[in-house]
């Protein structure tokens, strides 16, 4: 479940880390409340200035020590742990982004689902391209892992934080679900 926070007080202070992975830098952000941003991108500092620029009336501040636990998390997440990416969120979005986000979050790993897929399991099957905008909204990427949604023809579509990226995340979380059947240790 996606937990929100619809208005934040103006004097928030948002915390941020910013730490290289194999997509390039993943900046990873938050409040005393939960993560609010997660950024894929090449360029650590545009990653920061789009933070600033997203939350204009908070304090903005790195602190890499104090999210590890997050960044560490993201990490393994990129190096192949099928463990459920589970931060505590503080996002503001609306109950019609809410339900999309939850859907996304039981997709599983390795595992693609339609823009109609998710509209028809919201029970709102005319919601295909509000699905979408949903989707290219999601202020987390991995968290709400939205590049696990594909148009209806099976082709990638946008992504935010671009189409390789995605390509990349998709190709690593079904190497990695197809590996885990073999590594899983048998009786004699």
Same mark, same amino acid.
């Given at each position: 479940?996606v937990?929100?926070?619809?208005?934040?007080?103006?004097?928030d202070?948002i915390?941020y /880390?910013?730490?290289?992975?194999?997509?390039g830098?993943?900046l990873?952000? @938050?409040?005393t409340? @939960?993560?609010?941003s997660?950024r894929?991108?090449d360029?650590a500092?545009?990653?920061?200035?789009?933070?600033? /620029?997203?939350?204009p009336d908070?304090?903005?501040?790195?602190?890499?020590?104090g999210l590890?636990?997050?960044t /560490?998390?993201?990490?393994?997440?990129l190096?192949?742990?099928?463990a459920p990416?589970?931060?505590?969120?503080d996002?503001r979005?609306?109950?019609f982004?809410r339900?999309?986000?939850?859907a996304?979050?039981?997709i599983p790993?390795?595992t693609m689902?339609?823009?109609?897929d998710? /509209?028809l399991g919201?029970?709102?099957?005319?919601?295909?391209?509000?699905?979408?905008r949903?989707?290219?909204?999601?202020?987390?990427a991995l968290?709400? %892992?939205?590049?696990?949604?594909?148009?209806?023809? @099976?082709?990638?579509?946008?992504?935010?934080w671009?189409?390789e990226?995605?390509?990349?995340?998709i190709?690593?979380?079904?190497?990695?679900?197809?590996?885990? %059947?073999a590594?899983t240790?048998?009786?004699?």
């Open positions: 479940m937990t929100t926070h619809t208005i934040a007080p103006p004097d202070t915390k /880390a910013i730490v290289a992975t194999p997509l830098h993943a990873v952000a @938050g409040t409340r @939960g993560a609010c997660v894929l991108g360029d500092e545009a990653l920061a200035a789009e933070l600033r /620029a997203e939350f908070a304090r903005v501040e790195e602190d890499g020590e590890s636990a997050w /560490a998390a993201i990490g393994r997440h190096a192949g742990d099928p990416l589970d931060l505590p969120l996002l979005a609306t109950a982004q339900r999309v986000w939850d996304l979050r039981a790993p390795g689902r339609s823009y109609t998710i /509209a919201l029970g709102q099957p005319t919601a295909v391209r509000a699905v979408a949903a989707c290219a909204t999601n202020p987390v968290v709400i %892992p939205c590049h696990r949604v594909l148009r209806t023809d @099976g082709s990638l579509g946008g992504y935010r671009g189409v990226r995605k390509r990349e995340l190709e690593r979380e079904r190497g990695v679900s197809r590996a885990e %059947p590594e240790p048998r009786a004699p």
